[in-house]
């Protein structure tokens, strides 16, 4: 299912460029206005709810945090589970890490081992709300992979193409990105 002209850009419209933050250089996309704009959202969700309700998907996976606003919303619509990957430290039961990198330093997610021990090769959407360099969604992607589930698609609200992520993602899964940034 394909967004329409005009609902892309209902889409669009909501999502406010916030410059030089969190520092000097970067256009920061703020998706707390699309989720202020009830027309936007339901838009956007319609649109994930439509082109994955016949994936057979058993979980979605949201990326820590903005993720988990757009996967849990999605896993209800679908009437299925909802798994987070979290940043280090946050989850309290076993888990399963992989560390990436930043530009300055490295960075590392976490997933429980359980997660997705209920259902064999459970089929796993992964969401967050935008991919730049790639480098959390690669390692949330290895982490389904490492707790037994297979990573089906990633999808992100935003793509920025002007970056590498979109590409190297693809050497792990299919990769759905509704608004790219160029
Ligand atoms: P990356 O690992 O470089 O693909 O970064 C993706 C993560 O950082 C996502 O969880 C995004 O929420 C956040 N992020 C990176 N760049 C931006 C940006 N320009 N605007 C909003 N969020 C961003």
């Given at each position: 299912m394909k967004l329409s002209s005009i609902e892309r850009k209902i889409i669009e419209n909501s999502i406010r460029d916030i410059k030089?933050?969190?520092?000097?250089g970067i256009v920061f996309k703020d998706i707390t206005t699309l989720l202020n704009d009830k027309e936007a959202y339901g838009v956007l969700m319609n649109h994930l709810y439509q082109k994955y309700?016949?994936?057979?998907?058993?979980y979605i996976a949201g990326i820590d945090a903005r993720g988990f606003i757009f996967g849990a919303a999605l896993a209800q619509m679908l009437s299925i589970g909802f798994v987070p990957i979290r940043?280090?430290?946050?989850?309290?039961y076993t888990t399963i890490s992989e560390k990436y990198s930043l530009e300055y330093g490295i960075d590392e997610v976490e997933v429980h081992i359980?997660?997705?021990?209920?259902?064999?090769?459970a089929r796993v959407l992964l969401i967050d709300d935008l991919i730049a360099t790639g480098g959390t969604a690669n390692a949330a992607a290895k982490l389904i992979k490492q707790a037994g589930?297979?990573?089906v698609e990633a999808c992100f609200?935003?793509?920025?193409?002007?970056?590498d992520g979109i590409e190297n993602l693809k050497n792990q899964t299919t990769v759905y990105s509704i608004i790219e940034v160029a």
């Open positions: 030089d933050f969190p520092k000097q309700k016949d994936y057979n998907l058993n940043k280090k430290g946050k989850l309290p359980d997660a997705f021990s209920k259902i064999p090769h589930g297979e990573c609200v935003l793509g920025l193409t002007f970056l």
